[in-house]
Structure formats: C-alpha cells, structure tokens
C-alpha cells in the first residue's frame, strides 16, 4: 500500500472553506424563505451555486491536501461532474428547507439524498484522479463516510430550518450551526479519504492531461472565497433592502390604521362615530335574527349642554362632553356600542335580555349624567332625554331604529327632560308630520301664507294704547291657522327662521306705513327677534335697510330679545343691541324673569323695556311669591330706568293689582287679542282704542 500524507495548512483551509459554505447556506435558506415571486428562485438558484461550490471546494481542496508519493492529478470532466452533483444536492437541500413546513418523513427522505448527493460527489471526485489500478476501499470506513453524510446533512437541514426567520441571536446561532456543520462535512471528507487504499505501484491516470496541484490550490480557495463572499455581502444587502422596506411598510400600514380609525371615531371623545354606528348595527341586527334575539337602541341627547356652551365656552364644553363619553363608557358592557352621532348626542347600541331591564339601564344612565361633573374647578350640570327604540318590535332596520329612537328622545325630551321614553307608534305620526310640516313652511312664505296678527299693549290700567306687537301666524291651506309655537322651533332648527324672520320685519314695517299713509296709526311697532336671527351679523342691516325701504324712522320700531337669547353670548348680544340703540331702535326684554340674568349685566343692556312673562302674571292674585316676582322685577325697572310691561293679562283683578304693583303698560287677552291689520285699523278709526300720541 501507499501511505499518504496530508498538507495541514490545507486541511486547515478546507475547513474553513466548510464552515463559510455552511454559514452562506444558513444565510442564504433565510433569503429564500423571505423572499417572495421571483426573487425566491434567483436566491435559489444562486444559493445552490454558491453552496454547491462551497461544499465541492472543501471537498477539493482536502483532496490538494492528500499526498501520495506519487504524482497526482484530477481529470477536468469527471471533477466537474462531481461540482454539479454538489450543487445539485444544495439545490435540494436550499429547497427543502425554504417549505412552509419540515415533517419528519421529510427531513429524513432530504437527509438521505443529500448525504447520497454529497457522498456521491465525493467518491465522483476521487474518481477523477483516475487510479491504475482502481482504489480499494475499507468497506467499514466507506459505510461510515456515508453515514456521516447522512447525519451531517439532516443535521444541516434541520438547523438551517430552524434558523431560517430572522431575529435576536440569529447569526449568532447560525455562526456556531456553521461551525459544527463544517465539522461534519470535513469528518465525512476524511473519513472517506481514510477509507481508501492505494495498492503499490499504482499510477495516477490522469496525470499528464490533467491539472497539476500546485496553483491549483490557491486558484480554488480564491475562487471559493469570492464566490461564498459575494453570496453573503449580496444577502446582507438584500436583507437590509428588504428590512427597510419592510419598515416602511409596517408604517404605511400603522398610517393606514390610524386613518381608519379616525374614519371611524369622533376626534374629540374616541367614540365610534356615525359610520361605526351603523356597522355595528348592521352586525347587532344580524345576529339578533340568527338567534332571534333583542336589543336596545338609546338615543341620547344632553339638556343644558348648550347653556354650559354658551356660558363658560367650547372648550369647557368640549371637556364635559368627553369627561360624559367617559362615565357612560364606565357604566356599560365592553359589548355594548357607545357613539357619538352629534354635537350632544349619543347613541348606545346595547343588547338585552328583557325591556325591563332597558327600563333599569335607561334610569341608571340618567342618573349618571344628573351628578355634576367637575371640570377645571367648575362644577357643571346637565340631564339627559333617552329615547329607546327596541329591536324589532320598533324597527327591523338601521335607519328605521335610529329615527325611532330620535323621535322617542324628543318626546322625553318635551316631557321635561331628564327622563327616558320608549318608541311609541304614535311618535312616528308625529314625526312624520313635523317632516311635512318642515317642507310646507319652506313653500308657506313663497305662497304668501305667513300673515301677521297685531296685539296692542296699553299704558296701565287701561290705555292708551301705547304700541302693537306683531304676532306672526301661518295660514295653511289644509291644517289652517297654526300659532307660532308649533312652526317657530321648527324654523330655528331648520334656519328657515332667518327669512321668515326678515319677512316678518318687513311685513311689519310695511303695515306700519300702510297705517300711518291712512291716517291712524299706533305709535310704535313691536317685532320678535329668536336667537338664531339676533346671532347673525347681518341683522343690523337688514334692520336698517328695511326702516329705510318704508321710509321709517328707527324709534317707532321695537326689537324684543327674549332674556335668555340677550344673555346667550352676553358680550357680542351686548354690542349688537348697543348699535341698534344707537341707531334709535327700541329694546324690549321679552319673558323676563323665567332666565338667569346678572344684575350686572342688565345695568348694562340698552334696553327700553322688560317684559315681565306671563307665567308671573297667571297665578299673580292668589299667589304671594309671583306677586313678590313682579314687585321685585318693577323695583328694578325703575332703578334702570327701564318701561315694565305685564303680559298675558286676563282678568280685571290682574289689571289692577299689576297696576298697583308700578307696570308701566300691560298686555292680554283683557285689554286686546292679537288681531288682523284690519281690525286695528277698524277699531283705531272708530276711537274704540285711543292710540297714545306723542
Ligand atoms: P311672546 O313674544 O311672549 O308673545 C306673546 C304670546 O302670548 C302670543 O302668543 C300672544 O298671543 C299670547 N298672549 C297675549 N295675551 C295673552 C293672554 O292674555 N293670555 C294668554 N294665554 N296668551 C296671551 P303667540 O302669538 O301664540 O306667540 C307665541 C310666541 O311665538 C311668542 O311669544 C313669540 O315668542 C313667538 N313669536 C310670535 N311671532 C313671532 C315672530 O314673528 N318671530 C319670532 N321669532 N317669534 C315669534
Ligand atoms: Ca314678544
Ligand atoms: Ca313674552
């Protein structure tokens, strides 16, 4: 036999080349797990060369190691084919474990080819040095190399499996998997190499037509190192390439997320808005038919919201109304659907056993929200008006529950608020009336069926007549003379008010001048203003402009404001009805006493007149406290200087003690009804009502 010997820097350098091929076929599973389409056969394919070349390379350069005291040399074809066969076993072995899954049968059946693959390329390699006579081998050392190809290679697959998915401590893993796998492929290339016998006096046949070791070596080695390297650098570029853009990604999406979120929820309260709403609706509805179930619809609105509003601001407001959203979220089931839909309106989607128990949860939200709330040291409250609408006794359908449960909520609410209704059929009627009547009174001023009635008030007890107030009235052609205030809250609601309200002034001041070009006319001219009207800037113009139209001059015109409506914003009502003082128009306070006025405030209002309402003057005879109101209220007329006028005077009684009480002027059903143009000017021309002159 020859005895051989072996290169130790060689062997050491096959092993390293072991361990980078096993690194880079690590790296590179990863690559070709995460990438996607077409760039995970690229990463595939370029994987197996560099793995193939990798594996081969070790392999070759143990084979440069190996001396004989022979001359030796490898034949070109036969070690190319042993190249291929390595690269196609890395292409198995890439693709078995870059699956969604590695079961056992196939870790095993992989593990078998690619030790076959690798042993195959082994012996293929060997026979490339084309021994005469042929090498002998030691059957138990070759079964050994075999068995070491096969443990080494599912040893392989399984960690490079395992290693795929990036993370914490990967590469680290990785390296060390590298390194026993180097081993194991440099075990298996010595084992093998042990396993041959060369008899004496054998020859290597390819010798001459061959390649000759010597810058063999060091070509290859290079070659390997490039190859291995530019697979690795070109991976880690690629990875960081695909982690950015992974990146963005994630940040697109969080983007996405948040813009859903908000498209969802109310800015201010985080509750689900209009749209969620309806969603969960649509579900709640589903479901409830699939099990044949119930639920309850609650429609919310705030009493007193707008008062805190207009008193301590908007962001006050803005504060309670979250610090609500947040104790009823506290109070109900995470299952059930609290939204906001409105400016104070909310809407909770709730399901329930039994209506009794809506009953129970309806009285335990109201008062929740009756507590006060303290914000920024302010103690603030409010009420709440429910209307519930159950499914599906009051509706099958979203939009058909959420009216129902509306239209409930605006009977509780003119119940006198704090308190909840059930949806009642006849709600609806109502409801739909009010629909009717909305689109009737748009038509109702084009028709010409707006008309105005005139009310006289007299100086106290019983004349002169001191003025009119005009007194709006729709004449409509099927339900007939309606009063004011069952269309006005609708006109505000609606703004139609604002051109009714313009109608009005003009109508008056019309009729003002028809009186006077007739010879008898009262003296002065009273008009309601609502809030809405006295809230838009272009009231002083339109005042103006409609003084100017009849030719009027502004001290027969009367503006009265409510005294809720003057104390709204009071800063801006103030200058507003400081400008229409200027101009010369009168201001008349109307419904005094039934508002929250600062004596402060008051000094400093131009007004001409308080209106004392009539709610005082009702009970006034019997009751002490009224009579107290009305004393106290015309105490304080006369220390401002301001004329006392006593509405809705019914009864002589009333008459006389009003006068005694120091009311400049009274109003009512005693002394005059609101009555047409006509009549007044029938009663002015006959003297039946002396009208104070000048
Ligand atoms: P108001 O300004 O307080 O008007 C007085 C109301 O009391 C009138 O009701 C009048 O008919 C009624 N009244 C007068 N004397 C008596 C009486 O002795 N007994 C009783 N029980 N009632 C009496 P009307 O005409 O139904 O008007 C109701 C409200 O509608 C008015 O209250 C006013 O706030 C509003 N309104 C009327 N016309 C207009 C208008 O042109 N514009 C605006 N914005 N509101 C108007
Ligand atoms: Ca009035
Ligand atoms: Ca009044």
Same mark, same amino acid.
């Given at each position: ?10 062997? +050491? /350098?096959? *092993? !390293?080349? $072991? &361990?980078?091929?096993?690194?880079? @076929?690590?790296? %590179?599973?990863? =690559?070709? #797990? ?19 070349i990798g594996i081969w390379s070790m392999h070759f350069i ?17 070690? +190319? /084919?042993? *190249? !291929?066969? $390595? &690269?196609?076993?890395?292409?198995? @072995?890439?693709? %078995?474990?870059? =699956?969604? #899954? ?349 008309v105005l009635h005139y009310q006289p008030k007299f100086r ?226 006959a003297g039946a009502v002396p009208s104070e002159v000048k």
């Amino acid at each position: 036999m020859l005895t051989g010997s072996y290169s130790s820097l060689l062997v +050491l /350098l096959s *092993l !390293l080349v $072991a &361990i980078l091929a096993a690194y880079t @076929a690590l790296d %590179l599973a990863g =690559r070709i #797990t995460t990438a996607q389409g077409r760039a995970a056969h690229w990463w595939l394919a370029g994987g197996a060369c560099a793995m193939g070349i990798g594996i081969w390379s070790m392999h070759f350069i143990g084979m440069l190691a190996f001396r004989l005291p022979i001359e030796l040399g490898y034949d070109p074809h036969i070690t +190319l /084919l042993s *190249l !291929l066969i $390595a &690269i196609a076993s890395s292409a198995l @072995a890439l693709w %078995l474990v870059s =699956r969604q #899954t590695l079961p056992w049968s196939r870790l095993v059946g992989g593990a078998l080819l690619m030790g076959a693959g690798v042993s195959a390329m082994h012996y293929t390699g060997m026979a490339a040095m084309r021994m005469l006579p042929g090498i002998v081998y030691r059957p138990v050392l070759f079964t050994l190399s075999v068995i070491i190809a096969v443990v080494a290679s599912g040893a392989a697959l399984w960690l490079a499996f395992r290693l795929r998915h990036h993370g914490a401590g990967v590469r680290l893993f990785r390296a060390a998997a590298a390194v026993l796998m180097g081993i194991a492929i440099v075990g298996m290339h010595y084992t093998g190499m042990a396993a041959a016998e060369f008899p004496l006096g054998s020859v290597c046949g390819a010798v001459r037509d061959g390649f000759s070791t010597g810058w063999l070596a060091l070509f290859i080695i290079s070659v390997t190192f490039a190859v291995l390297a530019i697979a690795l650098i070109v991976s880690v570029l690629d990875l960081r390439l695909e982690l950015r853009t992974a990146v963005l990604a994630s940040s697109l999406n969080e983007a996405n997320q948040e813009l859903q979120y908000l498209a969802l929820h109310d800015n201010l309260t985080r509750l689900p808005n209009r749209v969620l709403l309806g969603d969960r609706l649509d579900q709640a509805i589903q479901r409830a038919r699939r099990e044949r179930g119930l639920f309850a619809l609650m429609f919310m609105d705030l009493d007193g919201f707008k008062a805190v509003n207009d008193a301590y601001g908007h962001r006050i407001g803005d504060l309670l109304l979250v610090a609500i959203a947040q104790r009823i979220t506290a109070a109900v089931r995470a299952q059930d659907t609290l939204a906001r839909v409105g400016g104070d309106e909310m809407v909770l989607l709730s399901s329930v056993g039994d209506p009794s128990d809506v009953a129970t949860m309806a009285e335990k939200l109201t008062a929740l929200i009756r507590e006060p709330v303290s914000v920024e040291g302010h103690e603030l409250r409010v009420s709440v008006s429910i209307g519930i609408a159950l499914y599906p006794g009051d509706g099958t359908v979203p939009d058909e529950l959420l009216s129902n449960a509306d239209a409930a909520m605006y009977h509780a609410k003119g119940q006198g608020r704090d308190s909840y209704r059930f949806f009642e059929a006849s709600m609806n009627a109502n409801m739909h009336n009010q629909l009717q009547l909305v689109q009737d009174l748009r038509q109702a001023q084009v028709r010409g069926e707006l008309v105005l009635h005139y009310q006289p008030k007299f100086r106290a007890p019983a004349g002169p007549m001191t003025g009119v107030e005009a007194l709006l009235r729709w004449q409509h052609p099927e339900r007939g003379l309606i009063p004011p205030n069952d269309f006005i809250p609708l006109a505000e609601k609606t703004g139609l008010i604002l051109p009714i309200g313009a109608w009005v002034l003009d109508e008056a001041c019309r009729q003002m001048r028809s009186w006077r070009d007739a010879g008898q006319a009262p003296r002065s001219i009273a008009v309601n203003l609502s809030a809405l009207q006295f809230s838009h800037t272009s009231l002083i113009q339109t005042v103006r402009e409609t003084l100017d139209r009849h030719g009027l001059e502004a001290a027969c015109l009367t503006l009265e404001v409510t005294e809720s409506t003057a104390m709204r914003d009071a800063d801006a009502s103030l200058s507003i009805l400081q400008i229409l003082h200027d101009m010369g128009v009168h201001i008349s306070i109307d419904d005094f006493g039934t508002g929250y006025s600062s004596l402060l405030y008051l000094k400093r209002l131009p007004a001409s007149e308080l209106k004392i309402d009539r709610g005082f003057v009702r009970d006034l005879a019997r009751d002490t406290e009224d009579a107290a109101i009305v004393a106290a209220i015309v105490a304080l007329g006369q220390t401002l200087d301001l004329k006392i006028v006593a509405e809705g005077v019914e009864t002589a009684d009333q008459q006389t003690f009003l006068t005694q009480l120091g009311c400049d002027a009274l109003q009512g059903y005693l002394l005059g009804k609101p009555m047409t143009a006509e009549r007044l000017a029938q009663l002015l021309a006959a003297g039946a009502v002396p009208s104070e002159v000048k």
